[in-house]
C-alpha cells in the first residue's frame, strides 16, 4: 500500500517511520510550511500515486483538506481533532465524493481495546451495587486541555453501563460527592505520559484498570492499520466500524 501524509509534524513524522517498518511505501509527504515535506499543497500530482491518504495537521485545515482529496477520489484517514464542528459537511463531501474515509480522535489499538475492557468491566459492576467507580487521568505539563478526550470516553462508557452513575464531574469538589455522581479526575506534571485509570472500590476491595501510552506509536500504527482496512472501502467510517472488525 503507498499513502500520502498530510502534517509534517509529531504525528506526521512518526506514521513515516513506523510506515518505513511495516512495508508501507510514503509516496508523498504534504505540509504547507515544513521545507522538507515535498508538497506544500493537496494537488494531483501530490496524490497520484497514494492509496490512502493520513491527515494529522490542524484542525482549522481539516475541512479545506478533505475537500481537495475527496475531490481527488482518495480514500482519507483523518487523526487531527478539533474539526468536528465541520463533521456534517465533511459527511457530505465524502457522501458526494463516494470516498472512503474514517476519522478518530484516538487511533491507539490500546486505548480502543482498554474502552472495550472497562465496558465489559463497567457492565459486571452494575451488577454489584457494593462497588463504586472512579476514572483519573496524569499527562505532561504540556497538554493543552483537561480532562483528556480519553477520560470522557471512559466516564461515558461507565455512565452508559453503571446505572447507579447519572452525571460525570470533573471539577475540584468542595463539597461530598453525591452516589450518583461519577468523579473524573486530572493531573498534570513534567512528562507523564497519557495515563488512564478506571477504578472500582467497596469495603472489601479495590480494582484498578491501567492504561499507560508510551509513545506516539500506538496512534501512529492504529492510523497505519485503519488506512490498510480503509483501502477500497467507501462510505463514511469512525473507529467503532474499524476496531469491531479488527476484534472480530
Ligand atoms: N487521533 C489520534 O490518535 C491522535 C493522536 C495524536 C495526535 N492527534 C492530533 O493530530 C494532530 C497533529 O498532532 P501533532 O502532534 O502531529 O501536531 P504538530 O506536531 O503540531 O503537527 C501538525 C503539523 O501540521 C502542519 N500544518 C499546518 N497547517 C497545515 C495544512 N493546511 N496542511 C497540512 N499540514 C499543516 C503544521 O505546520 P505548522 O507547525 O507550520 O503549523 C505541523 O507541521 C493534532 O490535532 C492532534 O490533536 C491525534
Known amino acids: 500500500m503507498k499513502i500520502a501524509i498530510i502534517g509534517y509534524g509529531k504525528m506526521g513524522h512518526e506514521i513515516e517511520r513506523l510506515a518505513k517498518t511495516k512495508g508501507i511505501e510514503v509516496a508523498a ?13 493537496i494537488n494531483k500530482e501530490a496524490l497520484s500515486q497514494a492509496d490512502v491518504v493520513i ?8 475541512a479545506e ?10 480514500n482519507m484517514v483523518v487523526g487531527t481533532t478539533g474539526w468536528y464542528n465541520s463533521l456534517n459537511d465533511v459527511k457530505d463531501l465524502v457522501k458526494k465524493s463516494n470516498i472512503g474515509f474514517i476519522y478518530s480522535p484516538n487511533f491507539s489499538i490500546g486505548v480502543n481495546l482498554f474502552f472495550r475492557i472497562v465496558d465489559e468491566s463497567s457492565k459486571l459492576v452494575n451488577k454489584i451495587s457494593d462497588y463504586d467507580v472512579f476514572v483519573y ?38 463539597r461530598k460527592i453525591l452516589p450518583e455522581e461519577l468523579h473524573v479526575a486530572s493531573f498534570r506534571a513534567g512528562f507523564i505520559p ?31 492499520l485503519a488506512a490498510q482496512w480503509l483501502k477500497g472501502k467507501t462510505g463514511f467510517f469512525t473507529m467503532d466500524d474499524f476496531i469491531s472488525d479488527f476484534f472480530k
Open 55 to 62: 491527515d494529522f495537521s490542524v484542525p482549522d485545515a481539516v
Open 194 to 224: 497519557g495515563t488512564h485509570v478506571v477504578g472500582f472500590d467497596s469495603e472489601a476491595d479495590t480494582i484498578e484498570l491501567k492504561h499507560t501510552a508510551r509513545s506516539r506509536a500506538g496512534f501512529a500504527l492504529g492510523a497505519l
Open 29 to 41: 509527504v504534504i505540509d504547507p510550511t515544513d521545507s522538507s515535506a515535498a508538497f506544500k499543497e
Open 65 to 74: 483538506n478533505v475537500r481537495r482529496v475527496s475531490s481527488l477520489g482518495k
Open 137 to 174: 487521568e496524569g499527562h505532561h505539563n504540556q497538554k493543552a486541555d483537561s480532562p483528556s478526550g480519553t477520560a470522557r470516553a471512559l466516564g461515558d462508557i461507565i455512565l452508559r453501563n453503571v446505572k447507579r452513575k447519572k452525571r460525570l464531574v470533573f471539577d475540584k469538589l468542595d
